[in-house]
């Protein structure tokens, strides 16, 4: 969820490594190029660092409608009460790296053909160059595409990946949030994105809901939920569904009738497109490690206040060189 960057001499290589609140920007290794006629010298010893803490952020206005045309003035940072600098901006309409995670236990039998036209409906909204995957749970957790194809921006494969969902059993939803965290790190896109259905809260998985929130924590996801839940259903758990949406800086849906899901689907897929991402340079000061608050605030060129939706903490991880003694690029363990 830094960023760190630095230059070396003497055809050493710098790893630049991205890992993003949202959002993961994959750079490429870069070789350093020494001068024509220099002699090669000894490996250089990579010491200076700069990190970057990189937030994707949605505005609406108080009508609930996407702002999509604001500028870097327009938005105010801070971390743990501090005014950040904002070092970074954009607001393109990039391609994500999506899941969409449903629910197919026994309850959702009467309600899965709707779902899965408000998914169609969704990948039809989105940047037509999206990278997709398609999980579905019940007992047991499972991909929907083929095991040589893990994302796809093809229809009529996410058509046929949907429609191999069959209802059945009880809820592994904690299984489905690992799983499908861990198989977005496949995807090549910037941005990464989970949107999560279910009727239900867990009654089947091998791990836990703590074990599942801290990966979301850590995980570069930015996750929606939409529950549509039965009021006589002893399962159900929107509190849930909201932890996962506000720790991510996505949103929670909890439609009163199912034919609102797929007008649901629609915006969701015009938030993702109608991000900003904002960074700025984490002072390291305090205890490593310990948690950091952060708040965004948005406000037109008039003043009229913004609604913003962003993850609102994180954990500086501790500081890694760029590289090793031998110049070559140091890894990070986890995050």
Known sequence: MVLQTGHGAGGVTVLREILIFGLAIAAPTLPAQAPAGDAPGPPFKLSATAELVLLDVSVRNAAGEHIWHLSKDNFRVFEDGKLQSISHFASDDVPVTVGLVIDTSGSMRPKYQEVVGAALAFIHASNRHDEVFVVSFGDRVSSG?????PLTSDMNQL???????????????????????QHLEKGKCEKKVLMLVSDGGDNSSVHGSEEAMRMVRESRATIYTIGIFDEADADRNPELLRRLAQVSGGEAFFPEQLSEVTNICRQIALDIRTRYTLG???????????LRKIKVTAATSAGHKLVVSTRRSYVLPPKHPLADGTGEP???QGL
């Open 280 to 290: 700025y340079v984490p002072v390291r000061s305090g205890e490593e490690g310990s």
């Open 330 to 332: 140091a890894r990070k």
């Open 145 to 149: 595409l083929h095991a040589d194809v």
């Open 159 to 181: 058509r046929a990946a949907l429609s191999l969902g069959v209802p059945a059993g009880r809820t592994a939803l904690y299984d489905a949030i690992l799983f499908s965290l």
